[in-house]
């Protein structure tokens, strides 16, 4: 056998008294001829294997360059040095891999995530990427942990459609037809029927209403999957490729949905907190770190782990749009013109500044902001009384902005299909959808949280590309 291993992270946590154990993982540094400091992923603390002198061949010693991988036995130790209370004392050590020091783009040094970006397929060796990215586990794994608790059916919804569910038309097209030569129709636009699945399909933006159906079978389900929108923004809060968690409930109004909502974030937050102690103190210094290059009026009011604490105990703010329009128009921020987009009044779309003003500077907290005048909002959205505004509903957070979509969804056929009617999305290609209206339909609700402005928010990462491990974005798809 090969791997009789015992994980660093789990050494670390024993007492040391002489017991023989066999790690394998990457060389950090090598110090003095004598002292490698190992990491094997499991987390950012690294093993001091100590190397006695004069026990191993010189030319071996020159084979512990950064980033070489090892296999080492030896005896566990408590510590002289300073910074660790136990080190491994090498009896064998086996370099399992050779690193050429020279052509290793990543040295023992601070490099910025500029940097490790274009470097993304080694960045995972680093602390800042090594803690981020067990986070991301962490969050995943109590994502289905949570609806599993609560009885939730976990659905995998198709990556490949033939709907626009939010039909804002920002899709990626799937097709095997030849680009030089398409099959064409007589009036010249192309012969989809000639395609691979005989009609024109898409990667899929939101897995939503497949969920419907399974919620108006299953009562409860979520989904957790990629999801692809082909929106040409460049900001450091969207991709082209992101994963999205999307559950949906029968017999579920606006109110249980946010309450749904808010629960479910504090509960990935206090998990992090329990399981990610270790990983999210790092990257609170990491982020104080970066602060202090700011200007004060730049910098956080408060620490990440202040603000993950905050977050789990505080309610969120819930008010209308209507409430918040008024808000910012009252503001002396859109007084004193500061905002980029000036709030024009009732009807118009919030922008991000907008939606960051109502969370960092008005609220201090998270806002859930309700009932959005239905031109702005998606065409399954419940129509309220007033004839102006539907059921929806976003979160926004600290720093993030937009976390979470959601609504109450039309249950009604016959407002259901005039609402499709006026606003041109074809009834015919969804009769599918429509089916649930027609056979037991009932109130329902759900929404989608954003995997990665998520993790974003649990880690502090100003940067949406450094929270997935292979990003997607306008002109960039390497790796
Ligand atoms: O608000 P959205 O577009 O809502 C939906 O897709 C609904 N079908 C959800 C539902 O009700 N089941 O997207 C939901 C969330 C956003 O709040 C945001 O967090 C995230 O998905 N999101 C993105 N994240 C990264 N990059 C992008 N381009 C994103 N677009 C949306
Ligand atoms: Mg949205």
């Not at 981020?132 to 490949?160: C, D, S, W």
């Not at 029968?250 to 808010?262: G, I, P, Q, S, V």
């Not at 929806?392 to 937009?402: H, R, S, T, Y």
Request: hydrophobic letters at 40%.
């Amino acid at each position: 056998m090969f791997n009789n291993r015992i994980r660093i992270k789990a050494l670390l946590a024993q007492e040391p008294q002489g017991q023989e154990v066999t790690v394998m993982g990457w060389v950090r540094t090598f110090r003095n001829n004598q002292f490698i400091a190992l990491n094997d992923g499991s987390t950012n603390n690294n093993l001091q294997v100590v190397v006695e002198l004069g026990k191993f061949d010189e030319a071996l010693l020159k084979r512990f360059t950064t980033s070489a991988s090892l296999k080492v036995t030896g005896t566990v130790v408590a510590s002289q040095g300073k910074g660790q209370t136990l080190e491994l004392k090498a009896t064998s050590i086996e370099v399992l891999g050779d690193s050429d020091a020279e052509a290793y783009p990543l040295q023992p040094k601070k490099h910025s995530l500029e940097f490790l970006r274009e470097k993304a397929h080694l960045r995972f060796r680093t602390n800042t990427f090594g803690s981020v990215f067990r986070i991301r586990h962490a969050l995943a794994f109590a994502i289905h942990q949570f609806f599993n608790e609560k009885g939730f059916v976990y659905m995998h919804t198709p990556v490949i459609t033939a709907s626009d569910a939010e039909g804002a038309g920002e899709m990626f097209r799937v097709t095997t037809l030849p680009f030089d030569n398409p099959p064409r129709n007589e009036d010249n636009s192309i012969n989809f029927k000639e395609d691979f699945f005989g009609r024109s399909t898409n990667l899929t933006v939101s897995g939503q209403l497949e969920g419907e159906l399974g919620a108006t079978a299953f009562g409860d389900i979520y989904t957790f999957g990629p999801t692809f929108r082909a929106e040409n923004s460049n900001t450091a809060r969207h991709l082209a490729e992101f994963w999205m968690i999307e559950p949906e409930m029968a017999f579920c109004d606006l109110e249980d949905n946010m309450n749904l909502a808010e629960e479910f974030i504090q509960y990935l937050i206090r998990y992090a907190m329990e399981h990610n102690r270790e990983d999210l103190e790092f990257l609170a210094q990491r982020l104080a770190e970066e602060e202090k290059a700011l200007p004060q009026d730049k910098r956080s009011e408060m620490g990440l782990l202040e603000k993950l604490e905050f977050v789990v105990s505080n309610k969120f703010e819930r008010l209308t749009y209507t409430e918040a329009i008024e808000i910012l128009r009252e503001s002396n921020h859109n007084k004193k013109k500061k905002f980029q987009y000036p709030i024009t009044g009732w009807g118009m779309d919030l922008q991000s500044e907008h939606e960051r003003y109502l969370v960092e500077k008005h609220f201090k907290k998270p806002v859930i902001l309700t009932n959005y005048p239905k031109e702005i909002k998606a065409f399954y959205m419940r129509q309220n009384e007033d004839g102006k505004t539907v059921a929806a509903m976003d979160i926004l957070a600290p720093g993030i902005g937009e976390i979470v979509g959601g609504s109450q969804r039309e249950e009604r056929q016959d407002r259901l299909e005039a609402r499709m009617k006026e606003m041109h999305i074809p009834t015919e290609e969804l009769w599918w959808y429509l089916d649930t209206r027609r056979f037991g339909t009932v109130p329902h609700a759900g929404f989608g949280l954003g995997f990665e402005r998520m993790v974003q928010f649990v880690t502090g990462m100003t940067n949406i590309r450094d929270v997935i491990a292979f990003p997607r974005t306008p002109k960039s798809a390497e790796f």
